[in-house]
């Protein structure tokens, strides 16, 4: 069980590494058109070259070639023979005869040997089919002639290395037939007879050898294929180096990828922000089209995938222990200022609504506030359990809860955020901490909208109070070293990291977000950054009831 289990996680880590790197399809595809453009320059632009070839049969010299048992390639070496034909001497015998230059032929010229045969196949490259045949035949006949001579010369040599031997042997029997001639001793001239006997024997074995080398046939080979004109060139055609092109250009394609992926700070994987954040990933939202990413709440017709998205992860919610405990819950981005945090605090709200739960949504953005003039209100009607908590620091909780209508989901109650001069101060008041309390009553859900954590520390001064945070993140945008220090500092001020939900990119700053068929109110600090010194907040614009 434990190696079925072990090759299972290797193949899904393989199916993971492969899907990463897919994910850089412009490094892969600027690869695959590097290659497709050298591959096309080299078949385009290369000069063209034609190669002509022959093949030679050696044989070596012999009396009698059809002879039973005849061997004539037992005393060659073919190897020998193949260094021999790229030699200095047959190039430059060969670049005489066609009056090219030595140098050039011999940088052309390539001798093989098919194995197990005594065929050397010659060939030769240049820029015109003529030059290729011609330079190719030349060095064929050259070596061919080099061979003959080599041959006819050794020949030469041991004749008359035999006749030297024969001639003081001939000249001893003249002179024993002479002794023969003048003696009359019959003794004498047995002796005589008997040595010149032997000496002729001698002289005969002797001449025999000469006739034989003299006989021997020196043929040095046989041409058994000679250079044609090729007809076309010899290089790798136009789809040839197209192919060629493509697989280079897709090996560079994924090394480039491999080396991004391997130096890239981001996640590369839902894995990893698991293991970075040490908390599960709740939900992965749907890419949304323009016109769908207007509105904060993803409720009714409208919502489709993105409004069921959001229910999966209130309900993972409801049931985690930890968040069931106090249900308190802290919406929190690490970086940035889009508007995809205050999106999940809205619809996590409106999706625990509709589980029958009674909402509060707390904006704990003191320096942008936004969402009293993004959602629609519900009939002035509060539900029992909100009551006013009193004035915090700088008049922020002002006790104004306003009722939101969420649709299909029902309503929530929604406590909207104020500019203050001491957001700290504020965000740690007694009010403030009497607000967050209400999740104390049986059936209730606070659910708290804080600026980026690593932007601003307001979140920090909420996160002992609230215990459950939802990290809101775009893993495309974020470090890794971004989230860890974001689970770092959420656990170090007494909170908790209950989950991460996944998303794309926000639409760029200035395009903000509102409701079909509704004016946005003018609210203070609609700045994408808040001054180096808020202005005073003021008492009229939040009137406590």
Not at 229 to 251: F, N
Not at 465 to 474: F, L
Request: a positive charge; aromatic letters at 4%; hydrophobic letters at 40%.
């Amino acid at each position: 069980m434990a190696d079925g289990n072990t090759d299972g996680e290797d193949v899904d880590l393989v199916r993971d590494q492969v899907r990463q790197i897919l994910r850089y399809r412009g490094l892969i595809a600027a690869g695959i058109a590097v290659g497709l453009a050298g591959g096309a320059y080299l078949a385009v632009g290369g000069a063209d070259t034609y190669t002509a070839t022959s093949e030679v049969m050696v044989r070596a010299a012999t009396a009698d070639p059809f002879a039973t048992g005849a061997t004539a390639d037992k005393n060659i070496d073919i190897g020998t023979e193949r260094q021999t034909a790229m030699s200095t001497k047959i190039t430059d015998a060969a670049a005489k005869a066609v009056r090219a230059p030595a140098r050039k032929l011999a940088h052309c010229l390539q001798v093989t040997n098919p194995p197990n045969t005594l065929v050397l196949r010659f060939s030769c490259s240049a820029s015109t089919g003529r030059d290729a045949a011609d330079w190719v035949n030349a060095v064929t006949t050259a070596y061919l002639a080099d061979r003959r001579a080599q041959t006819n010369s050794t020949i030469d040599k041991m004749v008359a290395g035999y006749k030297s031997q024969l001639d003081p042997l001939t000249k001893q029997r003249n002179d024993l037939l002479d002794q023969i001639r003048n003696t009359s001793n019959s003794q004498s001239v047995g002796s005589l007879v008997s040595l010149q006997t032997n000496l002729l024997s001698k002289i005969t074995e002797l001449q025999g050898d000469i006739a034989d080398l003299k006989a021997l046939d020196t043929t040095p080979g046989t041409v058994i294929k000679p250079g044609t004109v090729p007809r076309s060139p010899s290089g790798p055609g136009l789809p040839l180096m197209l192919g060629l092109g493509l697989g280079v250009g897709v090996a560079l394609g994924l090394l480039a990828a491999w080396v991004r992926l391997i130096f890239d700070p981001r996640p590369r994987s839902v894995g990893e922000v698991t293991r970075v954040m040490d908390a599960p990933v709740l939900g992965t939202l749907p890419r949304h089209r323009a016109r769908e990413q207007r509105q904060l709440l993803a409720g009714g017709h409208s919502g489709g995938r993105l409004a069921e998205e959001y229910r999966a992860i209130a309900f993972r919610l409801g049931h985690d222990k930890r968040f069931a405990e106090r249900r308190r819950l802290l919406v929190v981005a690490p970086r940035g200022t889009g508007d995809t945090p205050a999106a999940v605090a809205v619809n996590l709200a409106a999706s625990f609504a509709e589980m029958g739960r009674e909402v509060l949504l707390v904006e704990a953005d003191l320096r942008t506030p936004s969402l009293s003039g993004r959602l629609p209100s519900a009939d002035p009607a509060r539900p029992g359990w909100a009551r006013a908590p009193g004035v915090g620091e700088g008049g922020w909780p002002a006790g104004l809860q306003l009722p939101v209508d969420a649709g299909e989901s029902g309503s929530f109650d929604l406590v909207p955020g104020r500019r203050v001069r001491n957001v700290a101060r504020a965000l740690t008041s007694a009010p403030a901490s009497r607000l967050f309390a209400e999740a104390d009553e049986p059936g209730t859900v606070v659910v708290v909208l804080a600026p980026a954590l690593l932007a601003y520390a307001d979140a920090l001064a909420v996160a002992d109070r609230v215990d459950g945070v939802v990290v809101v993140c775009d893993p495309r945008e974020v470090h890794r070293e971004d989230l860890a220090r974001v689970r770092e500092l959420i656990e170090g001020a007494g909170g908790a990291v209950l989950g991460t939900v996944l998303h794309r990119s926000d639409p760029p700053p200035g395009s903000r977000l509102r409701l079909p068929g509704r004016r946005r109110r003018a609210t203070p600090g609609a700045r994408t950054e808040p001054p180096t010194e808020p202005a005073p907040a003021s008492p009229e614009r939040h009137p406590v009831p």
